[in-house]
């Protein structure tokens, strides 16, 4: 069985400073993970994914995210959050034993204060 | 090209009432996926087709809810004798399938359910 846990459901942070939303997983193969963002009444954009290689993922808008095999966590991160980035974001988790399932976590909602 | 696209953005309908979704993937993308997202909860799996089968279905939640997908592209969720809790927004995606287990998934707008 696989799982995702993101255990915060809300994170605030001040514009400009650094901001991080928290991702661990369980999966039986090797893991694949992806960080979607959800703006209000639109689908899933795509963010970051890590399959293997660099523990270190950069993606889109000036996020990243880094993969910890021993904690098993996939932790989005931002140097200077922007109040644009405000949104729900999604950490998803594939097992390498079953292809086509995708599980995401519940999501946490960022809020970038001015 | 276009994105995935949904249709209807919104059905309103009552109690006991079918339902059909309907979901364009990117063209030539092989992969399709249905997913649930209740009301402040995260998004849960329903099935995902390969072409035209559907080699996992064991996300649907009862017999009432059935898809289908023909020509390896429009893919349709029906939902029979609808239910109030059924109420949900639908988000569709669809991947390459390439690589099956790595492709990233891109999503449409999503259809909102809403059972009277």
């Known amino acids: 069985a696989q799982s995702v846990a993101q255990p915060e459901d809300q994170v605030n942070v001040a514009e400009g400073n650094p901001l991080t939303v928290k991702c661990t997983y369980s999966?039986?193969?090797?893991?694949?993970l992806f960080w979607y963002v959800q703006y209000p009444n639109r689908g899933l954009q795509f963010l970051l994914k890590y399959i293997t290689g660099d523990n270190l993922v950069k993606g889109s808008y000036g996020f990243e995210a880094e993969f910890n095999k021993s904690q098993t966590s996939f932790h989005l991160k931002k140097p200077s959050a922007l109040v644009s980035d405000s949104a729900l974001y999604f950490c998803a988790v594939r097992d390498s034993t079953n292809a086509g399932k995708s599980t995401f976590g519940d999501g946490t909602t960022l809020t970038v204060k001015p | 090209g276009a994105g995935v696209s949904q249709s209807p953005s919104n059905k309103v309908t009552e109690k006991g009432k079918d339902v059909e979704l309907r979901c364009d993937p990117i063209?030539?993308?092989?992969?399709l996926y249905w997913y649930r997202q209740s009301l402040g909860q995260g998004l849960e799996f329903l099935i995902y087709f390969q072409g035209n089968s559907a080699p996992d279905k064991s996300g649907l939640p009862s017999d009432r809810f059935s898809a289908e997908r023909t020509g390896g592209s429009v893919s349709t969720l029906t939902i029979q004798r609808t239910q109030q809790e059924d109420s949900a927004v639908y988000l569709c995606a669809s991947s390459s399938g390439l690589a099956f287990s790595t492709d990233t998934q891109y999503f449409g707008p999503g259809t909102r359910l809403t059972v009277l």
């Open positions: 999966v039986s193969g090797n893991p694949y």
């Open positions: 063209s030539g993308h092989t992969a």
